[in-house]
C-alpha cells in the first residue's frame, strides 16, 4: 500500500542540506509502486503543525536536482518544538506513512519520540533521523554532512589570507586572526588546521572551545610565529572561554552605549595582542559565509549528504523505524565510506566533542591522528553551475502547498 | 642590445596580482634576444632597495605558471618610500632597461618619477605601470585588475548568506550585516547589488562610502525589507561615514579598556539596528577573506590581470615609457575588452569614486548603469587546481637573490 513521505528540515542550515532533500525526493522516484508523494514541511516542523506541507511534486524536476548544488535551506527551517499529538493528527489527514526528520542531536530526539507516539495513538509512523549539522558533534556517525564543505571553506579562507598577510607582513598586518563557527565543538576550527602541512604553515595558532584560553601561553605562541615566520595567522572557534567559563566573545567589547556587543571574538582576540604585543592586526569574521558557501563545497561532503537522503528512503523501504543512517569509514587511504545505521536513541541528545588526542599538547594546533580523520572530509570540490553572468544558479523552490483537510491550528 | 626587466608590486595583494607577474615573466621568455632576465624586486621596491632582486629564471617553469592561480603577492609587498637616486643606482648596476611597476595611483606616480630622473641622471630606463588594485578606483582604465574577483566574491558571498537568512527568518536572524573593503570607493559594496536581480533579492540594503550614512532612512528601509521579504540582508563598506565626516566603524564600539576598536562597521550597524528596531542579527567581517578567495576568482579577472602583464613587455619592447596598459571596454554584450594605453602621468594620484549615477536615487542600491558596467567583470569561473587532500595548489617562490653588486645601504 502507497504512503506519503513528509521529510522535515530541522536546527541551522549547511551548504549541503538541500542535497539531502534532493537525494530524498530523487530516490522517493524511483519507488512510484510504493511511495506517493513527497511532502515537505514549510519551515521546518512548524510547517507540519500549521499543515503547510510542501507539496514537492510540484515542483520541475530540474529544480529538484538544483537542489543538490544550493545552499540554504530551500524549504525552510524554523526553531519550534514540535507537539508531537498535532503531528499525528497532520500524518493521519495526509497519509504521512514516513516521516524523515533531518537535522543533529535534539532532531534525532524528536523523530524517536514521533515514533513511539505514533504507536500509543494508533497510528504508526516510520520515523528515520537523517543527519546534517555543521557542527560535526553528532555521535555514532564518523562525521556529519554539512561539516566538510564548511571544513573545507574555512581551510581554504585560512590558507588564503595567510599568503596575504605573508606577503605584506613585514612593513604590514603582523597578526591575522579568522572567527568561525563552533559553540561547543571545535571541529571546525580543528578543520582549519588542515591548511598547516609544514613546519611554519599558518594557521599558526588555533583556539578551540574544548580548552579554556590561557592568555600567557597564546602570547607566547604569537609572538613566537611572529619572530619566526615574520607573521602569526590565529583561527578562533567563536565558542572560546575563559578560566571562569565566560565566553571571550561576551566579556570583550561594548558598544558606544555601553552595551556588551554580542559575537565577534576576533577583534577581542585581535585586541589582547595589539594591547600586550602592539602587533598590528586584522581580523575576519566569516559567520554565515562559511555554512552557505555552497561555491567551495567538499565533494565527499556533498555525496555523503545525498547519500543520507538516498538511504533513508531505503531504510524506510526497508521497514525500519527510530533509525538514522549514519557514515562509516571504511578507509583512511583511499578514504572510502559506506552507509551504516543506528538506533536514533544511540544519537539523540549526545554532543561529542574534539577528542583531547586531535588537539595538540600545547592546545593551539591539530595532531597527526586529527588530520588522518579531517583530511578525507574536504576531499574533492564540486562546483555549483554558474550562469552567464558569473553568479551561481541557485534554485527556489515555488512551495506550493498541498490542500488542507484540518482545522486551523494555533503554533 | 639585452636589457633585463625590474618588476615590483607595491600596496595591497589582489586575488590575481600574480597572474600579472606570470604574465610579465612568461612574455618575456618569448623575446630572448631582446630581454635578458626578469627580476623582481623582494617585498616591492624595498627590494630594490635593498639590491634583493629576485631573479625569476631560479624558478621553475612549473612554479612561474602556478603564479597565474596563486593569491597573495607570491614576491612580496611592503609598502616604502622610492629612494629615486638609490634605485636607478640599482638599475645601472644590474643592466635594468625596464621597471615594471604594479600598482595603484601612488605606484604610477613613482614610475613616472622613476622615468623622469632615470632620463636626468643619464640613466634612463624604460617605466611601464601595470594596473592593480581592489579598490577599482584607478582612472582612464574601464576596471582593475583585481576588483573583479573580489566583486564575484562578494557577490557570490550576499548571495549564498542570503539564502542562509532567508530559509530562518521567521524564527531567528532577520537582519544579516556584511562589511566589505573599499576606504573611499564604494565599488566593491557596490559589486555586491550584482546578486539583487528580480524585486526582493538581497542584498536589500548597500551603504556606500560615498554618502553619508543617514540614520533615519536607513532604518526605514530595513523595517521595510524585513515586513516585506522576512528578512534583511545589509552590505557596509569599511569607509562609511556619519554626517561629520567620522568613519561609522570608530565611532562605534569601544573594548573593555575603553579603547576605540579598530575596523568593524558591520557590528556597529547591527547594533543600531537591534537598537532601534529591536531585530535578531548577524554580521560577517570578510576583510582579507574577500582579497585572497581566489579559489572564486573571476576569469574575467585573470585573463586581464595576465594581459596587462604581457601588455607591459609588449610596450616596453615598443620603446614605450611613462604609460600604463589599461583595459577598454569595447561592448557590454557580449562583454568584450581590449588592452590600450595612457599616460603614467594621467593615472597618477586621481581616485575614480563611484558615479552619482551608478547609486539608486535613495542611496542604498545600485542603478541599471552600474549593472551594466560591473557584470561583465565577474563573468566566468577559474578555479585553481586542487591536490589530493582537497586544497588548492598554491604555490611558493624560491625566490633566489641575484648577486649583489653594491655596497649596502640603509633603507
Known sequence: MKKNILYAQSGGVTPVINATACGVIQTAAKYPDRIGKVYAGKDGIIGVLREELIDTSKESKSGIAALRHTPGGALGLEESRAQYERLIEVFRAHDIGYFFYNGGGDSSDTAHKVSQIGRKLGFPVQCIGVPKTIDNDLPVT????????????????????????????????????????????????????????????????????????????????????????????????????????????????????????????????????????????????????????????????????????????????????????????????????????????????????MPRNYIAADGFGITPAARRYLAPLIEGEDYPPYDREGLPKYVRMKKVLAPRKLPPFEV
Open 142 to 353: 564518523d562525521n556529519c554532512p554539512g561539516f566538510g564543505s564548511v571544513a573545507k571553506y574555512v581551510a581554504v579562507s585560512i590558507m588564503e589570507a595567510s599568503l596575504d598577510v605573508e606577503s605584506m607582513a613585514s612593513s604590514s598586518t603582523k597578526v591575522f586572526v579568522l572567527e568561525v563557527m563552533g559553540r561547543h565543538a571545535g571541529w571546525i576550527a580543528a578543520a582549519a588546521g588542515l591548511a598547516a602541512r609544514a613546519e611554519g604553515d599558518p594557521p599558526h595558532v588555533i583556539l578551540f572551545p574544548e580548552l579554556p584560553f590561557k592568555q600567557r601561553e597564546f602570547l607566547a605562541k604569537v609572538k613566537h610565529a611572529v619572530e619566526t615566520y615574520g607573521y602569526c595567522s590565529i583561527v578562533v572557534s567563536e565558542g572560546v572561554r575563559d578560566a571562569e567559563g565566560r565566553f571571550l566573545a561576551d566579556a570583550g567589547t561594548r558598544d558606544a552605549f555601553g552595551h556588551a556587543q554580542l559575537g565577534g571574538v576576533a577583534p577581542v582576540v585581535a585586541n589582547i595582542v595589539k594591547e600586550k604585543l602592539g602587533y598590528k592586526y586584522h581580523w575576519a569574521v566569516s559567520d554565515y559565509l562559511q555554512r552557505s558557501a555552497r561555491h567551495i563545497a567538499s565533494r565527499t561532503d556533498v555525496e555523503q549528504a545525498y547519500a543520507v537522503g538516498e538511504a533513508a528512503v531505503e531504510l524506510a523501504l526497508e521497514g525500519k523505524s527510530g533509525v538514522m543512517p549514519v557514515i562509516k569509514r571504511v578507509s583512511n587511504n583511499p578514504y572510502r565510506w559506506k552507509i551504516a545505521e543506528t538506533q536514533l536513541s544511540r544519537v539523540a541528545n549526545r554532543e561529542k566533542k
